[in-house]
């Protein structure tokens, strides 16, 4: 703004400029100069401060960042270990359960076609002595000892429709094999009251 003036001052005098006039105008214009020189320095500086205030707030929020990326890596790390350990433990349970559950299923026998009207309060002692009927007092003397008794866990079908099969497991695994090896002899040729089983 300042050179401006000097210029339009100079314009004014289109006369000779003699030394004196001359020192005088570049005195002043130096003066202008220093003054434009700090006015855009002040400004740069503040300027330049601002960005400085933002890449320290930059830094100091990336320290953090990569603090907390630490521990969250940290914490993955022992949860995929935590993981691991409960896969390994998860894939024992699984294989003690399938081998009870076998030797659960190991005693059980299925008996088909025993009408659904038959039926007690007591089915353990019930079928027991259904079993006897239908092997015969050669095969099993007596009753045999049942651990537990019921019909297959569905509904209950139509009449005049295939009923449901009878499970029941025996407290004796050799009674079992005994029953299963003399049902496998008279396979076709096993009934109770005429009604082949």
Same mark, same amino acid.
């Given at each position: 703004?300042?050179?401006?003036n000097?210029r $339009?001052?100079a =314009? =004014?005098?289109?006369g000779? %400029?003699d030394? !004196?006039?001359?020192?005088?105008?570049?005195d002043?214009?130096?003066? !202008?100069?220093?003054?434009?020189?700090?006015t855009?320095a002040?400004?740069?500086?503040s300027?330049l401060?601002?960005?400085q205030?933002?890449?320290?707030? +930059? @830094?100091?929020?990336? !320290?953090?960042?990569?603090?907390?990326?630490n @521990?969250w890596?940290g914490?993955?790390?022992?949860?995929?270990a935590?993981? !691991?350990?409960?896969d390994? %433990?998860i894939?024992? /349970?699984k294989?003690?359960l399938?081998?009870v559950e076998?030797?659960?299923?190991?005693s059980? &026998?299925? &008996?088909?076609? /025993?009408?659904?009207s038959? $039926?007690?309060? +007591?089915?353990s002692?019930?079928?027991?002595?259904i079993? %006897?009927e &239908?092997?015969?007092k050669?095969?099993?003397p007596?009753?045999p000892e049942?651990?537990?008794? $019921?019909?297959?866990l569905?509904p =209950?079908?139509?009449p005049?429709s295939r009923?449901?099969? %009878?499970?029941a497991?025996?407290h004796?695994?050799? &009674?079992k094999e @005994?029953?299963?090896?003399?049902?496998r002899?008279r396979?076709? =040729?096993l009934?109770?009251k005429?009604k082949p089983?």
């Amino acid at each position: 703004m300042a050179t401006r003036n000097l210029r $339009h001052e100079a =314009k =004014k005098d289109d006369g000779p %400029v003699d030394g !004196a006039t001359m020192a005088r105008l570049m005195d002043e214009l130096k003066l !202008a100069f220093t003054a434009e020189f700090r006015t855009f320095a002040a400004s740069l500086e503040s300027r330049l401060d601002g960005i400085q205030l933002a890449v320290t707030d +930059h @830094t100091q929020r990336l !320290a953090s960042m990569e603090d907390g990326l630490n @521990t969250w890596s940290g914490r993955m790390v022992e949860l995929e270990a935590r993981c !691991a350990a409960q896969d390994e %433990v998860i894939g024992k /349970l699984k294989t003690k359960l399938t081998d009870v559950e076998s030797r659960s299923r190991r005693s059980n &026998i299925r &008996i088909l076609g /025993l009408d659904e009207s038959l $039926h007690s309060d +007591h089915p353990s002692v019930f079928f027991a002595e259904i079993l %006897v009927e &239908i092997m015969g007092k050669d095969v099993l003397p007596e009753p045999p000892e049942l651990d537990r008794c $019921h019909r297959m866990l569905t509904p =209950k079908p139509a009449p005049g429709s295939r009923p449901r099969a %009878v499970i029941a497991r025996l407290h004796r695994y050799k &009674i079992k094999e @005994t029953i299963i090896l003399e049902a496998r002899k008279r396979r076709g =040729k096993l009934t109770y009251k005429g009604k082949p089983i």
